[in-house]
């Protein structure tokens, strides 16, 4: 009689562990899936992207183009630069205000690097939440790709009206 109580004993911590590690699975799995590339594609939102001019002089800028991989990846829906890299995400945030050109270093793109910052971290929040919400993710997710559009149109602005000649009457 002990062995078969002990036997029943070892049956159910066994099939506890198994429950507990599908669980662990399956969350793994959810915040894997919690958005799909259909999902971002849906997304409502006017992509600004560098003139040719822009491009010229941010060739060398090696934060933005670390950026336009992670906006590549996040429009593919791969939103694991996110999850648990909180250091890297504050370094990049803190590298790309620190080594802006000096061609483009004004504070209109100095405040639209800080704006995108605060959707970086916003994003970066909701992502690495215990149970984050779909609608809230993508709600971030478009905040995010709107402020790195709207820093793209900025750049551009700059360099369009630099490149305006207008000559004041005498």
Do not use: H
């Not at 970086?120 to 779909?134: A, D, G, H, M, R």
Request: proline content about 3%; hydrophobic content about 40%; aromatic content about 10%.
């Amino acid at each position: 009689m002990k062995f078969v109580s002990f036997l029943f004993f070892i049956c159910l911590i066994s099939c506890q562990d198994s429950n507990k590690q599908d669980v662990e699975v399956n969350i793994e799995q959810n915040s894997q899936t919690l958005v799909s590339q259909a999902d971002i594609g849906n997304l409502k939102y006017i992509e600004f992207l560098p003139d040719i001019k822009v491009k010229k002089q941010i060739s060398g800028w090696e934060k933005y183009s670390e950026l336009d991989r992670i906006v590549e990846d996040v429009k593919a829906a791969n939103l694991s630069f996110f999850k648990g890299n909180s250091e890297i995400v504050n370094a990049l945030c803190e590298e790309l205000k620190s080594t802006i050109p000096e061609s483009m270093n004004t504070p209109q793109i100095f405040s639209r690097v800080v704006a995108l910052e605060t959707k970086i971290f916003k994003l970066e929040n909701f992502i690495n939440q215990s149970n984050p919400k779909k609608e809230l993710v993508l709600g971030a997710v478009e905040e995010f790709l709107i402020a790195f559009s709207n820093f793209n149109l900025q750049m551009n602005k700059k360099i369009e009206k630099e490149s305006q000649n207008i000559q004041k009457p005498n």
